[in-house]
């Protein structure tokens, strides 16, 4: 579909949250006229990192997510600073909500989370050769168990829905292991 089939045809600020804003962008789709307001949230990009040890296992982090009401089993990740790099940011990241930094971090590629919604991109990195330097140091109102697992361990993991968050399955997927449907 051509994207010359939709005006833009103003835009209205709804929120501005902590982390994101919302607005409604109003729009006329022009093979037919009809005009509707789409709800766009603004959010800086994000970071993913996956880390791993030398002897090859991952290290991830165990937190309550207030969404689901539950814990959830994650990688490494946040939001990049407006004054940092994504590999800045995933630097950060790995080390404040674990105390792990590594020796050599390259970006596996980039993706947007939700774009009928959402304008910002999450980086994905592979963090390799990762050690302990310090304690995890998170913000005032997170908890977080650092968990190591053997690579290998992740595609089980996916299956049981023990990890079952979207951009942290898309960061495996970049590794190539994520489980093939049956």
Not at 80 to 108: C, H, M, N, Y
Not at 126 to 138: D, I, K, T, Y
Request: charged share 25%; glycine share 6%; hydrophobic share 40%.
């Amino acid at each position: 579909m051509p994207e010359r089939s939709w005006t833009l045809l103003g835009s209205r600020d709804i929120a501005d949250h902590r982390i994101f804003r919302i607005r409604y962008d109003r729009y006329r789709f022009e093979p037919t006229g009809a005009e509707g307001d789409f709800v766009v949230m603004d959010s800086a990009d994000w970071v993913n990192v996956v880390p791993l040890t030398a002897d090859g296992q991952v290290i991830l982090v165990r937190q309550y997510r207030h969404g689901t009401r539950r814990l959830s089993l994650e990688i490494p990740g946040g939001m990049i600073d407006a004054d940092e790099s994504p590999a800045a940011a995933a630097a950060r990241e790995l080390k404040e909500e674990t105390g792990f930094v590594s020796q050599r971090i390259r970006l596996l590629g980039r993706a947007n989370p939700n774009p009928a919604v959402q304008t910002n991109f999450c980086y994905f990195f592979l963090a390799e050769g990762c050690r302990q330097v310090s304690p995890p140091q998170p913000d005032p109102l997170e908890r977080i168990e650092v968990v190591l697992r053997p690579l290998q361990d992740i595609p089980a993991l996916m299956q049981r829905e023990e990890i079952c968050h979207a951009l942290v399955i898309s960061a495996f997927a970049y590794l190539g292991t994520v489980p093939q449907v049956p």
